[in-house]
């Protein structure tokens, strides 16, 4: 098969040297695309953290035959990467691990002079008149503000776009991380996303459990809790069960 892995984290700039990001490194990506490359097939690993392969044993400047590593930094140059791979390259398979983005910034404000944010009504007020803010849109924002209002907008779901418009019939599977639900309905929540997305599969985490377990399915029509030092091996085997049963199908 033709693999691509996509893992680690997006950045969003507020200014050329601040930025928005999450706390993911791209381990779990690496450690399904070393595994798979590990099983024979050929992968292609998109990462911002392409040095977690050394975990796994893996140079990532000369990673070998069958294994190229594209790197990327922030969410615009992930979804160009996804998009030129995707309308380009025939991959069989498409393993989405990345933490992207949920929100992105619109803007950086300072509120003017008289302008103040009430925390206790969550309303802005003005001393004399309407409340007003200043967009800061220097390269680097002077740091002597007294404090900054970054506007974040939701971002497109990278995912959402794999099957249209970007055209790709293969196998896709789909990683979804939650906070605070028990796990009967993280595997509601998680199948529910993955159909909602077309994926394959779905591989299901909580913050706190994430280091510990996940949940992988459907397989056989159910979810099943994977110990995550078998995480890598059990979704390649998942993958390739499903590969051969449409290959069998026609």
Known sequence: ?????????TVSL????R??????????GAAVARTAWGRGHSVTLATSHPEALLE?????RDPGERFSVLTYQTFDDLATLLQIQLRTVPYDVVCHSAAVSDFLPAGTFSPNSGTFFNARTGEWEGRSGHPSLTEQKAGKIKSTEAELWVRLVRAPKLIDRFRQPWGFGGILVKFKLEVGLGEEEL???????????????????????????AYL????????????????DRLVLAIESLYQERAADG
Do not use: K
Not at 14 to 17: K, T
Not at 217 to 232: F, V, W
């Open 1 to 9: 098969m033709n693999i691509l892995v996509t893992a680690g984290n």
């Open 19 to 28: 930025c928005i990001t999450n706390i993911f490194s791209g381990r779990t």
């Open 14 to 17: 507020i200014d050329r040297v």
């Open 217 to 232: 399915g459907p397989i056989s029509g159910r979810y099943d809790r994977i110990p995550r030092r078998e995480l890598a």
């Open 56 to 60: 796994y044993g893996m140079n990532h």
């Open 187 to 213: 595997v509601q929540v998680g199948e529910a996303s993955r159909e909602y997305s077309g994926a394959d599969l779905m591989v299901a985490n909580t913050l706190d459990g994430a280091a510990h377990w």
